[in-house]
């Protein structure tokens, strides 16, 4: 089955969690990878892979180096995922169980989060500190937004969030070739203490 039509199956089954209809376009998975040094063998963590847009770039971009871990928390979504990249460690579970999945996987920081996370779906959950403990002093934390929503409050309280545990944060320009536009906001310089 299309990973279209899967998505917009899981998207009928839970519409907040899915939160989407429709995978990241070339322009999107681009700018959200563009920030993260992905040379040697980092250990790179993608939080909401969904069908695995971002998985597949991340993937030609390590080249069997590095460690790849995705965490979904779609039991369908992850199936798929998992036998499409055998390489790649699929875990399905919820991203607030950020620390026991690190864990669990014998992984102490990432030097990359990429994360497609529907705020809406997560807005009680400190995703933002989550990431910055769990990164490399040197990390970077990437999230998509869709355009319009950053006015919504669980987006704003997300990004209060993203700046009380990061010292830098930016935002990409709007990203017009995905469906819905949308932009990638940059978080670097992790504070390891965030709350």
Partial sequence: MADGRVLFQEFLRAPTRTATVTASSDALVGALLAPHRLDGAPVVVELGAGTG??????????????RHLAVEINPA????LSARHPDVTVVCADA????????????EQADAIVSLLPWVAYAATPVPALAARALAPTGTFTQATLRGFHLLPPARTQAADLRAAFGSLTASSTIWRNLPPARVLIAREPRATAS
């Fill in 53 to 66: 847009r971002v998985t597949d770039a991340l993937q030609r971009q390590l080249r069997g180096a590095g």
């Fill in 96 to 107: 607030a169980r950020l620390p026991d999945v690190l864990a669990e996987h014998g992984i």
């Fill in 77 to 80: 979504l992850a199936e798929r």
